[in-house]
């Protein structure tokens, strides 16, 4: 069987040769179910703010079935802020190719497709598509807004105008390969072509990326290439736990210090509250007390009175209550 030259790598080194436009247009064409015909690849400065920039990212001037000019930009950097990068990708395609001073109905739409070999996070599908949408908070209705094309006035939605994005997870393909765009997979992530195939692009591919016809030089570079990719994945991956850790560590922190600050707050909560049935507690023994005293000390008042009254001597007055001649006399 033949071996073929990953995707990757062609899409770095092969396919931006005019010649070889069917690889890329069969597989736009397979992931937009629609015909799509490559216009020009589209090269720009921004492209290369980052040395291998320019080398990871495929941006992609085409017209799809229906005539209409679409951008198309095709990424495969290898970083962890992936869905950033994705975003980030789609405005410069979009800012890139818009001249200065056109009018805003110059922006074309784009599709963003990003190829993934390496763990990009949770999820069961090999396969993830999604675009922006205005749906109504209570009606959930989409929303659709006038605009103005050829002198008529027409109805667009978010749809037809926001990005789309595709994004494909190389290695979670695991299946036997019997829909063209399961045939692509199968290339994307083993280099299989199948001999009698009809997917769009991989004819093409199966003639144009043989490993056999690169140079010895090519060859080599190639091979460097593969053994990076997995280098770079271990690297990933490491930093990948490692981050982890780090949230684990720095979660157990905060964890701790808030525990400590929730801790001190209920239990001067729960202080205030035991201070406050306390001092209740002592002040109605207080008070019984007092009011005890207060009230034995007035009843001896009220019977040293009465034997006043009915004429006792003071000595003897204060020999039966305790009072003082002194106190008597003040009655």
């Excluded at 920039?53 to 990424?75: P, T």
């Excluded at 043989?210 to 930093?239: C, F, G, W």
């Excluded at 002592?282 to 005890?292: C, Q, S, T």
Aim: aromatic share 6%; no cysteine; net charge negative.
């Amino acid at each position: 069987m033949d071996k073929y030259i990953r995707f990757d790598w062609a899409a770095k080194r092969m396919l931006r040769n005019k010649a070889n436009y069917g690889v890329l247009e069969g597989l736009m064409t397979v992931l937009l179910d629609e015909k799509v015909t490559i216009v020009e690849l589209l090269e720009s400065e921004g492209n290369q703010e980052q040395e291998d920039d320019k080398f990871n990212r495929v941006d992609i001037k085409a017209r799809n079935s229906k005539g209409e000019i679409i951008l198309v930009e095709i990424q495969q950097t290898r970083e962890l802020y992936y869905l950033q990068r994705i975003l980030y990708g789609v405005a410069k395609a979009i800012t890139e190719h818009i001249k200065l001073g056109n009018k805003y109905d110059q922006v074309k739409k784009v599709y963003s497709i990003s190829i993934v070999y390496f763990d990009l996070g949770k999820g069961a599908d090999y396969l993830y598509h999604g675009q922006n949408q205005l749906i109504g908070v209570h009606t959930k209705d989409q929303l659709e807004l006038k605009t103005r094309s050829k002198d008529a006035i027409g109805m667009v939605s978010a749809t037809d105008i926001f990005p789309e994005y595709y994004i494909i997870r190389v290695n979670e393909f695991n299946k036997v390969a019997t829909t063209p765009l399961e045939e692509w997979l199968d290339y994307l992530k083993d280099g299989n072509i199948r001999d009698n195939t009809t997917a769009p692009g991989l004819a093409e591919a199966k003639e144009q990326l043989r490993y056999l016809q690169m140079s010895d030089e090519e060859r080599r570079a190639y091979d460097r290439h593969i053994d990076n990719i997995m280098v770079e994945n271990d690297i990933l991956e490491t930093k990948v736990i490692e981050g982890l850790e780090r949230g684990r560590k720095e979660g157990l922190k905060h964890g701790l210090e808030e525990g400590r600050k929730e801790g001190h707050k209920e239990g001067l909560e729960e202080g205030r509250k035991e201070g406050l049935e306390e001092g209740r507690k002592e002040g109605h023994k207080e008070g019984l007390k007092e009011g005890l005293k207060e009230g034995l000390k007035e009843g001896i008042h009220t019977v040293a009175k009465k034997m006043k009254a009915h004429g006792l001597a003071a000595t003897e007055i204060a020999a039966m209550t305790g009072l003082t001649e002194y106190e008597i006399q003040e009655l």
